[in-house]
């Protein structure tokens, strides 16, 4: 692809990724959301991580439920195709999709109501099948759409105008993912823009299903600074558990000797340079154990534990358990090619008696 939409690749000053595109190529239609709202940011993190990553819009499917954040795909990736959905039901639309064109990248944003309110079941399902997706939870504790209502991922004591005091305990985002058997999980906030590029680049090149649990605060029904899902309350108890930078899979750079609590500035492979920190906190993100251990000491330590929590990357995904044709997608095959011939019907058909 020599030329990105718009003729941009012939004028000046404006900078072209590996396909030939530029920023403004991902971009989406201007944001109807509340000035200020977590999910703008995040959708602003989707489109630079998808230029980085020379990402071809084409290539790429978006999916959502009902909700402020199922807004968010109208906003990012403008040559996508996109689906929004019903209330809760995206898991199985994304399953579907997936199948019918498995060379597809996904990108599912939900909600908190969406997610663990009425799409408790379809959530927990869609992990535990490791459908290849990002997932994208801009989590905010309330209902934004419809006047701030409690979602079930409010905390537990949680004062709104309009709401009263919520009596419930939260649903952690997080640990229902780790239950499932979810094989990437990270939690970041939409404040930390810099953590949220780096885990949606991470998330778009892992083969299953990667959830990201982002804390995106409503600036209109939830943005006290006592509130779990605030700007002010999130700034002051985030923890991250390590500085992360993810690098795209090229010829591997060896750093050799690289001692614990030191800094080194490497040069990457497009001759760009980041300095990277080495944390003397030592954490294991593929140990489940260690995954569930933090996830809970986080809770009592009421601390916003961030960065890539669990990644487990030999697992199979659902369209490599059903060895799905390599190169070629299901919705694209003829009705012969796709219909079983006579006899593999006759012998189904004997098994049943």
Known sequence: MSESNGNTATMPNIQLNL?????????GAPT?????????SISNQIIAAAYELNVVPEDVIK???????????????????????????????????????????AIAVSGDGDTTNIG?????????????????????????????????????????????????FPVDVVQEAMASG?????????????????LIKAALSHNGLAILDIISPCVTFNNNDDARHSYGW??????????????????????????EGTTRQVEMHDG??????KLERDYDPTSRAAAMRVIEESQSEEVLLTGLIYVETER??????????????????????????????????AMMF
């Open 19 to 27: 396909v030939g595109l530029s920023k403004n190529d991902y971009r």
């Open 32 to 40: 109807t959301l509340c000035a200020g709202c977590g999910h703008n």
């Open 63 to 105: 999916l959502s439920g009902i909700g402020c954040s199922s807004k968010s795909p109208a906003y990012f990736l403008n040559r996508s195709f996109g689906f929004n959905s019903l209330h809760g039901r995206m898991p199985s639309v994304a399953t579907g999709a997936m199948f019918g064109d498995h060379s597809l990248r």
């Open 120 to 168: 408790m079941g379809q959530f927990k399902h869609i992990m535990r099948r490791n459908v290849p997706m990002v997932y994208i939870v801009e989590n905010n504790g309330v209902y934004g759409l419809t006047k701030g209502q409690f979602s079930a991922t409010a905390e537990m004591g949680l004062r709104l105008k309009y709401q009263g005091v919520n009596h419930y």
């Open 182 to 198: 979810a094989t990437f999980v990270a939690r970041s906030f939409a404040g930390d823009a810099n953590q949220v590029k780096a």
């Open 234 to 259: 999130g700034r002051e108890h985030q923890e991250p558990l390590h500085d992360f930078t993810f690098v795209p899979r090229e010829q591997e750079i060896q750093l050799g000797e690289f001692p």
């Open 272 to 277: 760009s340079t980041i300095v990277l920190k």
């Open 316 to 349: 199979p995904s659902l369209t490599d358990l059903y060895e799905l044709p390599q190169g070629r997608a299901l919705n694209r095959m003829s009705e012969a090619e796709l219909r079983p011939k006579k006899s593999m019907i006759e012998k189904a058909n």
